[in-house]
């Protein structure tokens, strides 16, 4: 049999990365993006920042206060999230991702799996090279960056991935996979949290290869069945998880800019039009049926506002998107004194028309 080969991308500090991507003299700067809870200037979390902030000690989840003390002086660059903008990056890169793969299967806002095992006729050697040119048709189209894992399979190269950021290329082939995970401590494996590894530490086992020398049957009666031979076969970097596009927890969307600031329906219907024969497409070519349709809109003074709507029915027409988008606007207008200046589309709550499957298919190994 030819080698899975598998491969995961994560796009490198992706909110701040992208902030950088729109607005380039930020590059230099600790840029930190965050969300405001509201209540005063300063409260709120970082979602994330780039690598210059990290350097000084901010991190993802830190207090916004503490962050800004940690960089003090710094002419550091404080953003709230843009999620509409950042959605609309994610989708052109994995728009792009889906030409290299046989199958893509999108895990979050900023990582994919792509199966390239047919691609690379199943060679590690090719791989590295088809890896670089995805990296560097990205950069030229799009102009992110993001860190690759190669391996056998989705459990390996996601660690792979971890391993080396930002801007990696770390390539684990089958020989390599046992030396590459047993040093790592446990909790590198999905799945193993703080509650499991405090569990394993207690019975000695610190790293993947502590874990994978342990007696199967003991595993089995400390985690239960499921888990048990689930840390069993992850320990030896067994895994044979499918790569497939899931459809669920994502959303296809487009934004614009009118060609003059409007308050006119018809005139923004106009231009909604083009963005969503362009979402039908991308939701056709995924055989995808949708159950939210939402839009987007920011105003002249620059603050924005989405307002969306539930369907009874999953559909996966262009005239269902249309026909909401409309009642969205006309509702939104009459509400809305203020001119658009920009607008958006988005379809979110897939189905597929085939049955899922999404189960953890293990195989045990003796
Ligand atoms: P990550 O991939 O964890 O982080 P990152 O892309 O910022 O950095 P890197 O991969 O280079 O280590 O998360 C992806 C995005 O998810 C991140 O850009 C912001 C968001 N996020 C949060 O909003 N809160 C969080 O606590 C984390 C970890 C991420
Ligand atoms: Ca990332």
């Known amino acids: 049999m030819r080698n899975r080969v598998v ?5 490198d500090y992706f909110f701040a990365q992208c ?3 729109r607005n380039p003299a930020l590059k230099d700067k600790p840029v930190v993006v965050g969300v405001y809870s509201g209540r005063t200037e300063e409260s709120g979390a970082v979602s994330t920042s780039n690598y210059v902030a990290r350097k000084f000690g901010v991190k993802s ?12 002086g710094m002419e550091a660059v404080f953003l709230p999230v843009d999620h509409e903008y950042y959605d609309q990056i994610s989708d052109r890169i994995m728009q792009i991702f889906r030409g290299y793969a046989s199958n893509m299967e999108q895990v979050s806002v900023d990582e994919a799996y792509l199966d390239v095992m047919d691609q690379v006729e199943g060679s590690f050697e090719k791989a590295k090279e088809y890896a670089q040119k995805i990296k560097t048709d990205v950069r030229k189209q799009v102009g992110i960056c ?3 894992g190669v391996g056998p399979n989705k459990l390996v190269a996601k660690i792979a991935c971890d391993s080396q950021k930002p801007d990696g290329l770390t390539i684990i082939t089958p020989d390599e996979v046992e030396r590459f995970l047993s040093p790592l401590p446990v909790y590198r494996l999905l799945g193993v949290g703080k509650k499991i590894s405090t569990k394993m530490d207690s019975l000695n086992i610190k790293t993947i290869g502590d874990l994978a020398k342990f007696d199967v049957q003991k595993l089995i009666g400390v985690f239960g069945k499921t888990l048990g031979l689930y840390f069993y076969n992850a320990s030896k970097g067994n895994d044979n998880e499918p790569v497939q596009e899931t459809g669920e927890a994502q959303s296809i969307g487009r934004i614009g800019t009118l060609k003059q600031d409007s308050h006119n329906l018809d005139f923004i219907l106009q231009k ?5 024969a362009d979402i039908f497409k991308e939701v056709q070519s995924k055989n995808l049926s949708f159950k939210q349709v939402a839009i987007y809109a920011v105003m002249t003074d620059l603050s924005s506002k989405t307002r969306s709507v539930t369907i009874e029915q999953a559909a996966k027409d262009q005239e269902t998107i249309k026909k909401n988008v409309k009642v969205l606007f006309e509702k939104f207008l009459n509400e809305s004194p203020l001119g658009l200046r920009r607008v958006g589309v988005k379809v979110s709550g897939f189905t597929r028309e085939e049955p899922n499957q999404k189960q953890l298919t293990l195989f045990f190994q003796g």
Do not use: C, Q, V
């Not at 491969?7 to 796009?11: G, K, T």
């Not at 909604?272 to 969503?276: R, S």
């Open 7 to 11: 491969m995961l991308a994560d796009f």
């Open 272 to 276: 909604i039009d083009t963005l969503t």
């Open 19 to 21: 902030e950088e991507l």
């Open 61 to 72: 989840g830190m207090p916004l206060f503490l962050a800004k003390r940690k960089l003090e």
């Open 146 to 148: 993001f860190s690759i």
